[in-house]
């Protein structure tokens, strides 16, 4: 059967076509609103809203054009049902209703991060349950076990901002555009990482818990003791050592839950798992303790179509389709 897909949480208006069996992604194009956010340093939900609404059916016919379908090859539409801004999720819930309705068929809603851990499902279609997962987003840093039938434990999360907030939160400091988690990452990756020692809170404590908002304090107490000329001569050390706080606290807390749970599998998903510092780290580790190890391809780390799609395929293979008030629009995933 053929899946339409629809993303619009945030800031991304995203859709994809995907094929179930076996499942393959046929198109997966977005439009990015970052340029209409960027003035403002972040996102801004009205803005965001509005942008959805002028550019989901654009996105929808670019996707249903590069998959060489037409809209009556489509079987089912899965949209993200939260979590995420209000009014960018009621334009997506709305449209792929809609459209479902004119076409005589049905629509799932799908929890965000159910999709990002779904992007990695997406290259490894034989993982099954129980595995201990990682997810870092713009919003949300949690370590969960996944069990069999959508059952999740959650293990720990942040107490204040997520990981992707404190990439992009100590940037605007720094002066670097939003988003600027990328932007750290390859700045980053041409510095010194022991520069400068950010402060890693939680670290050693025996608990899942992550917490970033004393780092974008100490990020902010950096600036303002030094000159704006000595930021921009050291940007590239500043960012490696920053980037190196924010990856030893992912990776340190994922070592804890790893040990704690003696799981042999870590799926990891969400924006920030495009970080390919975090990446390497995690990977050392693993091949070092003989864990599986598994990451959705970089460009489908971020918000877009197939997570979403993905999601609701592996919940049809398992029977376990929601419609959106059954979706819990935000974690813990379980109770
Ligand atoms: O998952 P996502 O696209 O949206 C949410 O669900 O929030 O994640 C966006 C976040 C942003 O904070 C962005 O700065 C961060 O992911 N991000 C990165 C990288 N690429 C995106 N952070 C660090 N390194 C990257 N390469
Ligand atoms: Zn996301």
Redesign the pocket.
């Known amino acids: 059967m053929i899946w339409l897909g629809i993303e619009s949480?945030?800031d991304e208006t995203a859709c994809a076509v995907l094929e179930d069996n076996p499942v393959k992604i046929l198109s997966n194009p977005l439009y990015s609103q970052i340029e209409e956010h960027n003035l403002y340093g972040g996102v801004v939900p009205e803005i965001a809203a509005r942008a959805h609404l002028q550019k989901i059916a654009v996105i929808v016919q670019k996707a249903v054009k590069e998959a060489h379908i037409s809209l009556n090859d489509i079987g089912a539409i899965a949209f993200t049902a939260g979590p995420g801004l209000m009014g960018p999720l009621l334009v997506g819930a709305s449209f792929a209703k809609g459209l479902a309705k004119d076409l005589g068929i049905p629509s799932y809603g799908v929890n965000?991060l159910e999709g990002?851990l779904s992007a990695a499902w997406l290259s490894n279609p034989n993982l099954k349950p129980p595995f201990l997962t990682l997810t870092v987003?713009?919003?949300h840093t949690e370590l969960v076990v996944e069990n069999a039938n959508f059952e999740y434990t959650l293990l720990g999360r942040t107490r204040d901002d997520a990981a992707?907030?404190a990439?992009?939160k100590c940037g605007k400091l720094l002066g670097l555009p939003y988003?600027?988690?990328?932007l750290?990452?390859k700045l980053g990756a041409n510095g010194n990482r022991k520069f400068h020692a950010f402060p890693r809170a939680l670290k050693h404590d025996d608990h899942g818990d992550f917490s970033f908002s004393g780092l974008k304090t100490s990020v902010l107490r950096y600036v303002e003791s030094n000159t704006p000329e000595f930021i921009q001569e050291n940007i590239n050390d500043i960012c490696a050592s920053l980037e190196e706080a924010i990856v030893d606290i992912l990776v340190s807390k994922t070592i804890w839950a790893l040990k704690k749970t003696q799981l042999k599998t870590l799926l990891v998903g969400?924006?920030?798992s495009?970080?390919t510092h975090l990446r390497s780290k995690l990977k050392a580790y693993c091949e070092r303790k003989q864990i599986n190890l598994y990451f959705p391809t970089p460009a489908l780390s971020?918000?877009n179509g197939a997570m979403i799609a993905a999601a609701a395929i592996r919940r049809a293979q398992e029977h376990a389709l929601l419609n959106i008030s059954e979706v819990k629009p935000w974690m813990p995933l379980a109770p």
């Not at 988003?179 to 990328?182: H, I, T, Y």
């Open positions: 949480s945030c965000h990002h987003s713009g919003g992707g907030e990439f992009d988003p600027a988690g990328a750290i990452g969400g924006g920030v495009a970080n971020t918000d």
